[in-house]
């Protein structure tokens, strides 16, 4: 079975600096996807950023990337300049590389990040 | 393109009663989840529908739950009787069979029993 760890429940950054959210992950697998998953207060969750197991790169979007070290089972989310509108719930998850059957989602606990401004 | 629907978005209902939540997926996504978060835990997956057909009820708690897909479309989450640890946030996600990595997610049923 996976496991997903976010260990800090709470981060603060000032608006228009950087912050990094941490996120470790346990599994057998050896191909399979990462998620960062956003979710505004009173909104619905989306996704922020996806990182295939198999693709040394690490994925970006805008400002958002992520640091993802296979061997230490570590995937953590930058968030650059940060923005006001970035306040939300983040949640890591994971994925088995299964087309179909077992595409379920493996999610932490979440941590709550405020921007200052 | 709409978005994942559910319904209602809050409930409350005393312990013993039932309560049917309710889920439209995007339109032509065939692969339907349901995810439920207890308040300060991890959501966890509940069931995945492929179609009309349940993939993998792994995660549903108990025989109190019961999920239905009618015809493929939308989806429904029964619980009765409900129990007070049946209390938070349901949510629902869809994905199309050729993309199955990208969920969508609806905006959740926030259930409080009372």
């Known amino acids: 079975a996976q496991t997903v760890t976010q260990s800090q429940p709470e981060m603060s950054v000032q608006e228009a600096e950087t912050v990094t959210l941490s996120c470790t992950y346990d599994t057998s697998e050896n191909n399979y996807y990462l998620f960062w998953y956003k979710q505004p207060p009173s909104r619905q969750m989306i996704l922020v950023i996806r990182q295939e197991a198999y693709k040394q790169q690490n994925a970006t979007e805008n400002r958002f990337s992520v640091n993802f070290q296979k061997a230490a089972k570590s995937f953590s989310l930058k968030i650059s300049d940060s923005q006001l509108g970035d306040t939300a719930m983040y949640f890591c998850a994971f994925m088995k590389h299964v087309a179909g059957a077992n595409s379920k989602l493996t999610f932490g606990k979440g941590i709550t990040l405020s921007v200052r401004p | 393109e709409a978005g994942v629907t559910q319904f209602p978005s809050h409930s409350v209902i005393e312990k013993g009663q039932t309560v049917t939540l309710r889920c439209d997926p995007i339109?032509?996504?065939?692969?339907l989840y349901w995810y439920r978060r207890v308040m300060g835990k991890e959501i966890k997956f509940l069931l995945h529908?492929?179609?009309?057909?349940?993939?993998?009820e792994s995660g549903m708690p108990n025989n109190r739950f019961l999920a239905e897909r009618t015809g493929g479309t939308y989806s429904t989450l029964k619980v009765q009787p409900a129990e007070l640890e049946d209390s938070g946030v349901y949510f629902c996600a869809s994905s199309p069979m050729d993309r199955y990595n990208e969920q969508f997610f609806g905006p959740g049923t926030r259930l409080t029993v009372l």
């Open positions: 339109s032509g996504h065939d692969n």
């Open positions: 529908f492929v179609k009309e057909s349940k993939q993998d």
